[in-house]
């Protein structure tokens, strides 16, 4: 792993036994001593700290000075509405190729006089270079990289991150602050991947280390890797940029046309205007030919990614195939997502998949599988 990059937190993992592991070009911790199932367990019933530095963090500045300019030069590459982000929220987006497929998903804060962004790590070379080549008249990108990240979640959160700024208590889903504190300014956002409420954290990288190990120090804090954060999401129903999106999946086949705002659909005030957006649009009028759903296997048994669906125990072709699938701690079963043809799409429909050469049945499901806590 000697070519992979570390984040300011490297050390501090190693000194809590994490086992570290590639991932997205970073030796990342996949697990504590605690263990990928107690970690999801502790996440659900008090709080979990991740390390999410790996990520991009970016602000786009106006040069006219004028947030506005900004939400509408993003607005050229995103199908999502930022014009009508109010100061202080976020909102999810993505970016969209020509042909309509997802080049990443991301998080877009308004924060008075400029846009941050958070993007994912194995796209957000690729994704800053986007930004610069279509953006760069109207904005100056820049990324963010004396910054760590961390996510904090579950029901314990809020106490946790209280004990360090009592802004926290006052946040709702999706607001975003700039809080000073002890470890300097923190850029906060009530959010994150786990379907917990709870909190994304930036923090200058000089005081990562001791804001952590602050964090750590309250009631009920555990640190938590990849692997719990994975099945975490999947229960919460989230999509993981690589496995159940990517460059060949539209955000209407990916069941994420919620995302997308009337102003931004046909007949809206800003109605397209971005890559892909003649697909798009048809697709939320028109609808498409698969579409991402839920998928609880019958028994104990997790279907995984790569796992082919058929319609039916003798079906001889495959009408979809699982993007991701594990054993679902919470809620005690094992659960999958995937994309299927859109008539088999309904919540209780029967489907097939094959593992190791047998049919073995499960059922479309509504998500998240497990109801989600955010503070509304």
């Known amino acids: 792993m000697s070519d992979l990059k570390r984040t300011q937190l490297f050390d501090l993992h190693v000194e809590l036994g994490a086992k570290m592991v590639p991932f997205a070009g970073y030796e990342m911790p996949v697990q504590y001593p605690l263990g990928v199932m107690k970690e999801h367990i502790h996440t659900r019933e008090n709080a979990g700290l991740f390390d999410v530095s790996h990520m991009g963090q970016v602000i786009v500045r106006p ?26 929220r976020q909102r999810y987006g993505m970016f969209t190729n ?22 994912n790590a194995a796209c957000k070379g690729a994704d800053i270079a986007h930004m610069r080549a279509h953006m760069s008249d109207q904005c100056d990108i820049d990324v963010i990289e004396d910054r760590a990240l961390l996510a904090l979640q579950g029901p314990l959160a809020e106490a946790a ?18 809080a000073p504190s002890d470890f300097g300014d923190l850029w906060i956002s009530r959010s994150g991947y786990t379907g917990e409420d709870g909190y994304e954290i930036s923090v ?7 804001f952590s190990r602050a964090l750590l120090a ?21 999509c993981l940029y690589g496995n159940d999106i990517d460059e060949t999946t539209s955000p209407v086949e990916a069941s994420l046309h919620w995302a997308i705002q009337k102003a931004r659909r046909a007949g809206g005030d800003r109605a397209g205007g971005f890559p892909g957006a003649d697909r798009i649009l048809k697709e939320l009028e028109n609808g498409t030919s698969r579409l991402r759903v839920g998928i609880l296997p019958d028994g104990r048994a997790p279907m995984r990614a790569h796992t082919m669906l058929f ?10 195939e699982i993007t991701s699938g594990a054993f679902g701690p919470t809620i005690g079963k094992p659960m999958s997502m995937g994309y299927v043809a859109s008539e088999y ?32």
């Open 204 to 210: 200058a990288q000089d005081q990562a280390i001791a």
């Open 161 to 178: 991150l209280a004990s360090i700024t009592s802004v926290a208590t006052e946040m709702k889903f999706m607001d975003v602050v700039i």
């Open 98 to 119: 020509d042909d309509g497929g997802i080049m990443d998903d991301l998080m877009i804060a308004n924060r008075g006089d400029q846009l941050f962004v958070v993007v």
């Open 218 to 238: 309250q009631n009920g804090v555990q640190p938590i890797g990849l692997g719990a954060r994975d099945s975490l999401r999947l229960e919460a129903g989230l």
């Open 63 to 88: 040069k006219s000075g004028n947030v506005a300019d900004a939400a509408l030069a993003l607005e050229t590459l995103v199908p999502v509405s930022i014009s009508a982000l109010k100061e202080g």
């Open 345 to 376: 799409a309904a919540s209780g429909t029967r489907i097939f998949a094959e593992l190791r050469g047998k049919r073995m049945p499960a059922t479309v499901a509504d998500m998240p599988f497990r109801p989600s806590t955010y503070k509304r």
């Open 311 to 320: 319609a039916s125990a003798d079906a001889t072709e495959p009408m979809g």
